[in-house]
């Protein structure tokens, strides 16, 4: 069965998008501009196989001398390898560049090549050198010691011996139970990717020596640079023989950086049997950093030779933090790594479905959930999905642990080292995002906080997700720094976005601190953390609370004052209710008080791969910054398989507004400048349920999904129950620098087959302003509880009416409940729903600290399960995807993801049909005086269109399985003439979205891609887009 999605404009921009991506694309209609805003944008790529040519006008006659052109004659034909699927090494075949090893010959092979030279290096420059050696090596992928034993990485010479030591360590590990020696977070281990890097002006010299076994050959292919050889100045490409270092020896190379050569990443790798050496590891990258740097060790201090976490010390600029991010595959796609005991890693991960569990990896290191749960199914708990990334659930991970600041400068090197699939590079933390072309505007990466970055871009859009693919590398600068614009500390999760690698283990943390690393008071068991320099003495270490006492503290220019009378209401306002917790009960942490000093919760005597406790039994102190008075982060400590807390008040900006009256969240602007939504800002809220319903994808074909799921308004739910024209994923709006947004988040998820029966559900959204702690909706690091089970099953009913002024309700089972705890109660109402503080347990009756707002009938739910997410759309990013993030294999293909769309300042949003306000729905008339792109002012048509993929009811043969806004039109009920396929006429219109317009409307499309797997494309017939849509410049496509 075929399926076509035609919306009534014949959509069709020739755009690749990824799953999880937006983008902005805009066109004219009937000379009428037009805008899209679709899936992921690709960033101006800066390396790719090949690499860049060096021209003439880039070659100083002063100061270079310039080889003639070379003719490197090319061996000819070689079979090609074997498979490379055992864990045994392939010998390897006579190297011939992309012919013999990398797969077809593309074309008559003339056995000569003419290659333009690079710049030699002039002995007048500063020359930088390494030695390095290429090695067989046992790559440990993580601390439950899964592995590939027929891994091979570049290390330098001088590293050599200490790698060695790493595998054997890891090997004995392997035997008995020993300590691994893959470190948590990956901080400082010597088996790890390359990662160099020179200054512009300099001269690189590499010698790389051959240390593989059984004869194996290796190479340095540099992409985008004028590598030649350091003895003859030949281009070392790889057709060149002399580039190829044999058995035991060694070639040096150089590299002349000129003084132009933009800063960034250049990816390297080897032409000796590339496709078994670089799907197993041997790949680098070489980052060209400003003239005069000096690279600091993050870990010490001290000078850095290379790493991929490392200061970098700019002598004309901001210094910053650097890190070089490198997603790739272990093996292809037929290799199953080992296990502890040396068994193959089966394909599928029986706990969640994902493919390859530990065959995709970042920094050789991977953390499949499937490892993490099984902790959890150890210790006769039900796996939990949601807590996969949780540290206060199971310790923090192996992968790369990025740390630092709040507000330090950082630029992300993000490469794929390997060379099997494309990736999706995303940074969770929503106003965490960069520039799709860093060079041309300036990128705000060293502004620190700003609750009002500019509206709209000069020449590039915003983007928080990358697609990459193999040998692509991006240079990333993050607007505002570490915590976003907003200021937020907290762990944000880095992953691919597509759901199958992050599940396999493809994920990593970015921790953002606000107290002093220095292994006195850290916060954590990671090593000390050193500050920037000329950032040195600007991050404090964490003091008690008995030392907050007499103390004045400054929020972003707000002073306030800490006294021994407001201690506890400054302290306990920031923590969730003490209490100890109950089975799977989120609303209380057991800490205690002990004068004025507040103690933590008792460190867990458990060990495993994850975490040892230094003080096991104890109650640690918890500790605060003297600067601001706030909790030093992260506070939470490891509890194996336990549920981490919710927030206090449920959320949601627990560090950014910890201050609020009531059960509710702070007004805009209550906690000073550094409040997530600033003073004036107005409050949208929305009450959104996740719900199953059936969906009908198609009435002609009788396409039903039986058990769909959507995010709903609560306002809106029978509505939609009763109306499949309104079963459409939910699309909300909001104006950015305007409005703050408020979502009430609980689930009506069935606990089924499909989710092992235990249901849980949360929201996380792209590009806004909001507190990681508490709003980003996954469950990372030791952030707080942000996803909820169903009130349904995780609830208790009213035995008896309650009328509005009572002081409490009597329910069938209290025991559930706890004093101090915030539940929500009349959890399946709209309009009488509220928030109450448990102040006593009477029997089976609730009693509350303020009496109940409304009434409430008998069987009307209570329940904890709720969150509370807010929002601030600081500027106009277009588009911002929001879905679930626990169970994305499952619930994306049932329909379960959204769009906040960012409008113009003062819009207003009416349907096009009555011209009435309305709350949501993916067609709208936006009116508005406001400028929406470069060709864009003024009021428009709206439509929001949702490509989805993996739907198994539409899925068939080698299609994605997709769906427009869980619509789609099947081909085949459209026999006849195929001319007349897209016919209205013929056939009348379709049943998927239906876009209408007078001739001349100003239209926007707002696309995206929620899907799990796939690269789809959208295509408009009959009009034009900039690829850039705030640039005049940007050419139409």
Known sequence: M???????????????????SVRAIYLSMGGAPLVVLLGLAVIALLSACGGRPTPLATQPPATATNAPPTQIHTPGPTPPPSPTNTTSPTQSPTPGGHQGSEGLVLGSDSGQETVYPGVLCNSSVPVREYDLVAVNIEITLNRFLDYDPVGRMYVLEEDLERARREESQNLQARLDNAEPAVSIGLQGDAIQPMTLRVNQGECLRLTLRNGMNDGEPVSLHLHGTGLHLADTGTPAIATNPEAIAQSGVSVTYEWMVEKDEPEGTHYFHSHGDDRLQTSHGLFGALIVEPAGSRYLDPLGGGELRSGWAAIIQDPDGSNFREFAIFYHEIGNERFRNLNKLGRPVGFV??????????????????????????????????????????????????????????????????????????????????????????????????????????????????????????????????????????????????????????????????????????????QDTLPPLAELPGRTGGVQAAVTSVELVDTTVDWKGQT???????????????????????????????????????????????????????????????????????????????????????????????????????????????????????????????????????????????????????YVLKEEEDAVRANN???HPLAIRANAGEDCVDILFKSELEDTGENSFFSKANIHVHFVQFDVQGSDGVNTGFNYETSVRPFTVEGEKLVADAAAGDAGVKLGNAGR???????????????????????????????????????????????????RYRWYPDVQFGTAYFHDHVSALTSWKHGLFGALISEPPGSTYRSSRTGEEVRSGPLVDIHTDGKVSADISGSFREMVLFIQDENTLTKTGRSAGSSFNLRVAPLEARAGDPSLLFSSQAHGDPETPLLEAYLGDPLVIRGLVAATNDVHTLHVDGHWFRVEPYSTTSPPV
């Open 349 to 522: 991960d029986t706990f969640t479905g994902a493919y390859k569990p530990g065959g995709r990896a970042m920094n050789y290191r991977s953390e499949p959930f499937m490892n993490r749960l099984k902790l959890q199914a150890d210790q006769g708990v039900k796996h939990d999905a949601s807590q996969a990334y949780s540290s206060y659930t199971f310790g923090d991970p192996a992968t790369p642990i990025a740390r630092t600041y709040l507000g330090d400068p950082v630029k992300q090197r993000v490469v794929h080292g390997g060379s099997e699939v494309f990736h999706v590079h995303h940074v969770h933390g929503g106003a965490t995002r960069w520039r799709r072309q860093p060079g041309v505007e300036p990128t705000a990466f060293d502004s620190g906080f700003d609750k009002n970055p500019p509206l709209l871009p000069q020449a590039s859009a915003r983007t928080d997700s990358q697609s990459i693919g193999p040998s692509e590398s991006y240079d990333l600068e993050n607007e505002c720094g570490a915590g976003g614009c907003q200021h937020s500390v907290g762990d944000y999760l880095i992953h691919c976005h597509v759901a199958h690698h992050y599940i396999a283990g493809m994920w990593m943390i970015w921790r953002v601190y606000n107290t002093l690393q220095d292994g006195v008071v850290s």
């Open 817 to 867: 409940f706890q004093p101090g705890a915030l539940v929500g109660v009349g959890m399946d109402q709209s309009e009488t729903f509220e928030v109450r503080r448990i102040r006593s347990i009477d029997g089976n009756t609730l009693v509350f600290d303020e009496p109940l707002r409304y009434g409430h009938k008998r069987r009307e739910i209570v329940s904890y399960e709720f969150v």
């Open 560 to 710: 306030l004052q800490i006294s021994q009378e407001n201690l506890a209401e400054w302290v306990e306002r920031q923590l969730p209710p003490s209490g100890v917790p109950k089975e799977y009960d989120a609303s209380v942490m057991d800490w205690r008080k002990e004068g004025d000093l507040y103690l933590n919760e008792v460190e867990t005597e458990e060990a495993w791969q994850g975490y040892v406790s230094p003080e096991p039994g104890t109650r640690p102190p918890l500790y605060f910054n003297p600067a601001t008075g706030k909790l030093a982060y992260p506070f939470l400590r490891p509890h194996l398989a336990s549920r981490p807390p919710f927030a206090p008040n449920h959320g949601p900006a627990p560090f950014l507004e910890p201050f609020r009256t009531g059960t509710g969240p702070a007004q805009p602007g209550e906690n000073g400048p550094w409040s997530l939504c600033p003073k004036g800002a107005k409050v949208q809220e929305f009450v959104i349920h996740a719900i199953n319903l059936p969906i009908t994808l198609s009435r002609s074909a009788r396409i039903v999904d039986p058990v769909g799921q959507l």
């Open 2 to 20: 075929q399926h076509a999605h035609p919306p009534q404009i014949k959509a069709d921009a020739r755009q690749m998008t990824r799953a999880g």
């Open 725 to 727: 024209g309104l079963k």
